[in-house]
């Protein structure tokens, strides 16, 4: 079976991928149109999508694992004013609960509104306009790495603190937990789903039942005093509004993630928009009501940092005591923090491919493989998070004060263009839809502010940087795509075609069925067909021998296509084959010359190293070295 392809040797873009530069004209905020799957298709397609109870499961991980750090934040913060700030807990948590329920009531009606995907880049793309959604789009694409980095490192965290001798090989187990999350994310988001449905269920389990149990608890059944508490009254000063906002800010971090659904839309099954809205209210109703809970339990227990012990292990030891419980409610804490990063598997990959689609990152990142997986936005994912695990040498303290920025800066762009939207649109009630969005933003843009001024020189410095860099790295990706449409004049109905003078040269090295299924379609495709062997000047007896053989042969087949030899002093392939086209076509006046180049595809993988790549280094010179084009003819073998 004969499957030519071709390529233009001037610019490396092949025939299919010019033809998808510029996608169709979609309608903001509209899915492109498409038949519906019907059939087999059909239901192949759903199995490979979510559920609403999959969503909560595939895309809730980070925010759900957020209460085993955020409500700590709080603490640590308002621990700088003693036993009075303390007191301060569940007032900020509130207000933190509260911003919560402003952005999923938000962030349902974007499901509704944008059903492609894209959360913060759609909104602002359809709303403040182009630069204002690669801003969101560079937050999100921040916060998405971050948190795999921070959910695989606090997880690992969480294990060598139960096994102290593994400490010193934490970046390898960071690497092992990132390969193993990738590799089940690259069976598709439905398939993770269905693995990081147990240890979810367990998870909000138990914290459900460390709240419901310490509740009814009149005084703690025991409490960690391993390590060194704090001293708050050496350490007590008043509660300022600045204290209160830096307590606001750290605990936000607990609202990582809340973005994810509205991000992972199309990965839903039908109807996928009202799915998504009942993960997105269901992932907000059980987020608040763990965090109040814990909350509740902390001035409840009058608990205080303890060096060594995190809150939420004193608070399940106050509750449960230090029992099988205790440790239950620690081990599914590590797990989901180690799985928290498949979030970022099942929002990111959608938000690029949207990107790619709008021409901001290469056409790649919006090809889907097999099970629904964007495999390219996968990979790239986990390649970013990688690096950023051996760089920080698996430590989470050094990722943490950069994880908050990026989400809030999407978050207040969202609602600032939600705002915009109920203006526009003025549907019945859009003035208090436009006023709760108005207000969340107001506090998420105060939280950026307060996280970015305090966590400056914490590393909140490298966000500053890095967020601008990424921006102007998709205007230059899509300035590149808008000079390319331009020489293809892609979206111009083309002049009429002619018939043109064309040269086919065919590379042959020996007599083959190959070298007949080149010739064959050579004279198809061109006016003008000329063979050509290379031979060393000046060679062996066994090189002389080759050529005299091939001449014989060519003069015996006799196929009405010249050969022609080149004589190449260091046994190359490349040069001298370019060397002939710069001289033909100065001599000839051809309008396209042509190189085909006949080579094999092999049965099996595996028996790829088989076979000799004289077909690529071809390939490769006469592209750098001139200005025809190359058609590569496979010939597949069959087993």
């Known amino acids: 079976m004969v499957k030519p392809t071709v390529t233009e040797a001037g610019a490396d873009i092949s025939v299919r991928a010019s033809f998808a530069i510029t996608p169709p004209p979609v309608a ?49 913060v308002l621990a700088a004013a003693g036993a009075h700030g303390l007191g301060f807990t569940l007032p900020v948590t509130i207000a933190i ?73 934490r970046v ?55 390590g060194h508490p704090s001293e708050l009254a050496s350490n007590a000063s008043s509660v300022g509004v600045l204290l209160l906002l830096r307590a606001f800010a750290s605990g936000c971090s607990a609202l990582t993630g809340v973005e994810a659904i509205a991000n992972a839309v199309p990965s839903f099954r039908e109807p996928r928009v009202k799915r998504a809205q009942h993960t997105e209210m269901a992932l907000g109703g059980l987020l608040g009501l763990m965090l109040i809970g814990l909350a ?163 590393g909140a410095w490298i966000i500053c940087i890095t967020l601008p860099l990424l921006v102007l790295l998709f205007a230059r990706i899509h300035h590149s795509y808008e000079r390319i449409g331009e020489q293809l004049e892609l979206g111009r109905i083309p002049r009429a075609p002619v018939r043109t003078h064309s040269l086919v040269v065919v590379p042959v090295s020996g007599m083959s069925r190959l070298t007949h299924e080149a010739v064959s379609t050579a004279v198809s495709l061109g006016d003008e067909v000329v063979a050509v062997t290379v031979v060393p000047a000046g060679g062996d007896e066994e090189d002389r021998a080759a050529a005299e053989s091939l001449r014989a042969d060519w003069e015996l087949w006799h196929p009405g ?32 010359v042509t190189v085909l180049i006949a080579e094999v595809e092999p049965a099996h993988w595996w028996t790829w190293p088989l076979h000799n790549q004289r077909g690529s280094l071809i390939a490769r010179a006469v592209r750098r070295g001139s200005d025809a084009a190359v058609c590569r003819l496979r010939l597949r073998l069959h087993p």
């Open 296 to 458: 509740v339990l902390i001035g409840r227990f009058h608990l205080q940092p303890v060096a060594g012990v995190t809150v939420l292990a004193q608070l399940t030891d106050a509750a449960l005591g230090h029992g099988i419980g205790f440790y239950v409610v620690q081990f599914a804490t590590m797990v989901l923090l180690a799985l928290a990063a498949n979030t970022s598997f099942g929002g990111l990959p959608v938000l690029l491919r949207l990107l790619a689609r709008d021409n901001h990152l290469p056409h790649v990142f919006a090809l889907r493989a097999d099970h629904q997986v964007y495999r390219h936005g996968v990979l790239a994912l986990a390649l970013a998070s990688a690096a950023l695990l051996v760089g920080s040498g698996g430590n989470v303290n050094s990722l943490v004060p950069l994880f908050a920025i990026g989400v809030f800066v999407g978050f207040t762009i969202c609602q600032a263009g939600m705002v915009r939207h109920w203006y526009l649109n003025r549907v019945p009630g859009w003035r208090g839809k436009a006023a709760l969005n108005g207000f969340g933003a107001l506090l998420t843009a105060a939280a950026t502010a307060v996280e970015t001024l305090t966590k400056f020189t914490e």
């Open 561 to 592: 296509v010249p050969l022609v030899e080149l004589p190449s002093g260091h046994r190359e392939l490349g040069r001298p084959l370019v060397v002939f086209l710069r001289e033909i076509s100065a001599a000839h006046a051809y309008d396209r």
């Open 172 to 226: 390898w187990l960071c690497l092992v937990v990132l390969a193993l999350v990738t590799a089940v994310n690259l069976r598709g988001i439905a398939e993770s789903a269905r693995a990081f449905m147990i240890p979810t269920a367990i998870f909000v389990i138990s914290i459900l039942t460390v709240v419901v149990v310490g509740l009814f608890r009149h005084a703690p059944v025991g409490l960690l005093t391993a």
């Open 28 to 76: 903001p905020g509209q899915a492109p149109a498409a038949d519906p799957p019907s059939g087999p298709r059909a239901r192949t397609e759903g199995r490979d999508r979510l559920s609403a109870l999959g969503g909560l499961a595939a895309l809730s991980l980070d925010a759900m694992a957020s209460v085993a750090y955020g409500p700590e934040a709080i603490v640590v």
């Open 97 to 169: 609960a509260v911003l919560l329920g402003v952005l999923t009531l938000s962030y349902r009606q974007v499901i509704a509104a944008f059903p492609d995907g894209g959360g913060s880049y759609a909104v602002a793309r359809t709303h403040l306009g182009r630069r204002t959604a690669l801003v969101a789009a560079a937050s999100l694409v921040i916060d998405y790495v971050l948190n795999v980095a921070v959910s695989v490192t606090a997880g690992v965290a969480a294990l060598t603190s139960a096994f102290p001798n593994l400490y010193g090989d």
